[in-house]
């Protein structure tokens, strides 16, 4: 990439990851975007317990006041689970020499594919405690995801992390971060790949969603909101990849195969499939 091409790219707006500073305490972007896609989300899923007309016979699967309840398995969900699947899924050999590393959730690295598998067992936990079928509780959760999803991608952004992979389109950043492992090529303009993604994996898919809840009356065949958002995220990441610069020391880096698109392809799958379920199960009547 020429200096001229790097000159003209956008610059990095480098804002303080640090969004708060309370004497020894730091106060992350990272970590209020946790916070907000959490507590948004719960107050999402009230409001729709909130609208009997979303449910079949007219009736929320269970009372507004079990959301409290739901808000902290998934809280468990998303931590244990994002950051044990960040672990095992992008750099187990280095946590297996840094054991005592793994609980420093402050230090960075969540998985979304990890906390996705934390939240289902969280639900499923919810669900059995309750006495409840885990389908509709996942579907108000699948509902409601894009929130985090948009903020943590945001969260990203300000970071500088997770930068896309060199281009020549005009809205091209120099990320200070790339610096670090790429050298040799940097400053180098690369696709702001986490607002692509911030958009795709956040926004659209929530609007998505929030037709089929309130336009197509999803909620009403347990299982197809959930469906529809396996196979919305996977789309969307595995076409953000492309975008974003793969991790070159990553097994799963092979071609145009990223660790990003093996890990969501089993989404696409799964998706597919609870949606096939969804619609060949009869609807309830609403009364």
């Known amino acids: 990439m020429s200096l001229f091409a790097s000159f003209l790219a956008i610059p990095?707006?480098?804002?303080?990851?640090?969004?708060?500073?309370?004497?020894?305490?730091?106060?992350?972007?990272?970590?209020?975007?946790?916070?907000a896609g959490l507590l948004i989300g719960w107050f999402y899923i009230r409001r729709l317990i909130g609208n009997n007309t979303l449910w079949p016979s007219g009736k929320p699967p269970f009372g507004v006041e079990k959301t409290d309840d739901l808000l902290f398995f998934m809280t468990l969900g998303v931590v244990l689970g994002g950051r044990l699947g960040f672990v095992l899924l992008y750099e187990p050999l280095y946590y297996l020499a840094h054991p005592l590393e793994i609980v420093q959730?402050?230090?960075?690295g969540m998985s979304f594919h990890g906390a996705?598998?934390?939240?289902?067992?969280?639900?499923?936990?919810?669900?059995?405690?309750?006495?409840?079928?885990?389908?509709?509780?996942m579907d108000m959760c699948a509902a409601a995801v894009p929130i985090g999803l948009f903020f943590g991608r945001i969260a990203n952004f300000i970071n500088g992390e997770l930068f896309?992979?060199?281009?020549?389109?005009p809205w091209g950043m120099v990320f200070p971060e790339a610096m670090y492992q790429?050298?040799?090529?940097?400053?180098?303009p690369r696709h702001p790949s986490q607002l692509y993604e911030a958009i795709f994996e956040g926004l659209v898919l929530f609007l998505v969603l929030r037709w089929m809840t309130h336009r197509a009356h999803a909620l009403r065949s347990p299982g197809l909101v959930s469906g529809a958002f396996l196979l919305g995220?996977?789309?969307?990441?595995?076409?953000?990849?492309f975008?974003?610069?793969?991790?070159?020391?990553?097994?799963l880096t092979v071609g145009i195969l990223t660790p990003g698109i093996a890990?969501?392809?089993p989404m696409i799958l799964a998706g597919l499939y609870l949606i096939w379920r969804a619609r060949t199960r009869p609807v309830p009547q609403t009364t």
């Open 233 to 241: 995220y996977g789309l969307a990441r595995s076409f953000c990849e």
């Open 116 to 137: 996705l598998i934390g939240c289902g067992i969280a639900i499923v936990a919810f669900a059995r405690r309750n006495g409840l079928s885990p389908w509709s509780p």
């Open 263 to 265: 890990y969501s392809f």
């Open 12 to 35: 990095f707006p480098n804002i303080d990851p640090v969004a708060l500073q309370l004497g020894p305490i730091a106060v992350k972007w990272y970590g209020l975007a946790y916070m």
């Open 243 to 251: 975008f974003r610069q793969p991790d070159p020391l990553h097994p």
């Open 105 to 108: 959730v402050w230090r960075g």
């Open 164 to 169: 896309g992979r060199p281009t020549s389109v």
């Open 182 to 188: 790429y050298a040799s090529i940097e400053p180098t």
